[in-house]
């Protein structure tokens, strides 16, 4: 266990639909990133929170949006899916517990489109 | 900005050969981190090294070592004797050393490794 918990692991939709990714940060971390990993695709930067504030962008579509709650965790929405959204979504954390430099991922969420 | 940059899209061995993987980076800051992750085909990201960019010296962990060297911005992971249980994709990354930045990732290599 990383310290770091996704739900759901799967999540299988139709296209049209909204989704909530969910993300909980290790204890004590205030950093919360979002990636997006598609069909033998690197690893995209969606976005990240720290202490509950937005606080870099990558590319992350209109149609998704994330947000971080009081308690750190974070939730990523994805709405009007289509079937390129099918993916592995990522969270991961990063603050004190780790020093500067470390990040603890998530075993991610696979969403498939359908 | 930052970028990181793995030239070798796929490679296939046979076990027991020796392998190499590329790692080319570019950062304006003097200070940052440098990181290997192993993604099994299970999927999740595991994670393998950290590197201050100040700590250039090469490191060994079992069949694992890997060559930092800031003259050429390259950080390469070589794997000893190659295993079927090495076959995974691999990813270089690179953040900023103040730490609750982005990491920013390779394209990734796979690897496989052939019985």
């Known amino acids: 266990d990383s310290g770091v918990t996704q739900t759901p692991k799967h999540l299988i939709t139709a296209t049209g639909q909204r989704v909530t990714l969910r993300c909980s940060p290790r204890?004590?971390?205030?950093?919360v990133y979002w990636y997006q990993q598609s069909l033998d695709q690197g690893l995209q930067f969606l976005i990240q929170?720290?202490?509950?504030?937005?606080?870099a962008k990558g590319n992350i579509l209109e149609r998704f949006s994330a947000q971080q709650f009081p308690d750190l965790h974070s939730e990523l929405n994805l709405s009007s899916l289509e079937l390129g959204d099918s993916a592995l979504y990522f969270c991961?954390?990063?603050?004190?517990?780790?020093?500067?430099?470390?990040?603890?991922f998530g075993s991610g969420t696979r969403l498939t489109v359908v | 900005a930052q970028k990181v940059t793995q030239a070798q899209t796929e490679i296939s061995v046979v076990e027991k050969e020796d392998v190499t993987l590329d790692c080319v980076y570019e950062t304006r800051d003097t200070t940052y981190y440098l990181f290997w992750y192993k993604q099994p085909p299970s999927g999740e990201l595991v994670f393998l090294i950290r590197r201050n960019s100040f700590d250039e010296q090469n490191e060994i962990s079992g069949r694992y070592s890997w060559n930092f060297q800031k003259s050429t911005s390259s950080f390469n992971f070589t794997i000893t004797a190659s295993q079927v249980v090495d076959s995974a994709v691999y990813f270089c990354?690179?953040?900023?050393?103040?730490?609750?930045?982005?990491?920013?990732f390779g394209k990734g290599t796979r690897l496989s490794v052939i019985a």
């Open positions: 990354a690179l953040s900023e050393s103040s730490g609750n930045t982005p990491l920013v």
């Open positions: 204890s004590g971390d205030l950093s």
């Open positions: 929170y720290y202490n509950g504030e937005e606080r």
């Open positions: 991961a954390s990063s603050g004190r517990t780790q020093g500067a430099g470390g990040y603890t």
